[in-house]
């Protein structure tokens, strides 16, 4: 039988990651960080807590054998370039994140760097893998690129694709396009009425998505 716990740390202060386990009798648990924003976190308009991709990913991957205990740290409005609800970035949550026994760190988005210049937004990026790199020298990295809800992508947002995705596998990540692959395009159902953010059926879609990414990034068993 599988056993789940969940820890929510709610604070004035930026918020501590959330750790998520799901163990099973006889798997091996690998250990996920995850560094993003508000399609991670959730909104009022979808997502929160087990609706969340990340909760609906982690039950994907034990059904599958392949338990992880994951620290979730995601803050709304928040990029490698842009400050988020509780004046972190991506660079913030890495540190707070990534630990040394980490099996893979997955960083997704972000479509708020569309106010900073592309290559600004690669040096960023850059730092924050080398920062991980040093926490967690043996864990694999997955970069997935910022999503967009339709195929009227901004010019800046695919500037900071490419980018993120030159910097992304000069770091030895596996580099994955939302945007090519056309996650949301023809898909309004998925995503929520400010026509931004993924309602509940857009999270299950992220997570049908995200598992097998992670699943396939995940070192094999021992």
Known sequence: MLVASVALLVAAAPPAPVAV???????TLSRVAVISDSYTTGTDLGGHGTSGWPALAWQLLAAE????????????????GVR????????????RAVRPDDALVVFFGSRNDQPVEAVEVAGLARSAYE?????????RFLVIGPPWPTADVPVRILQIRDALATVARA???????PLAERWFVDRPDLIAVDGVHPNDAGHAYLAQRIAPLIAAALPPAR
């Open 21 to 27: 386990q799901l163990v099973g009798r006889e798997s």
């Open 65 to 80: 054998g392949k338990p992880v205990a994951a620290d979730v740290a995601a803050e709304g409005r928040a990029g490698y």
């Open 84 to 95: 988020g609800d509780h004046n972190s970035t991506f660079g913030d949550l890495t540190a």
């Open 131 to 139: 920062l991980a790199r040093r926490k967690a020298p043996t864990a």
């Open 171 to 177: 770091s030895g990540a596996t580099f994955v396009d």
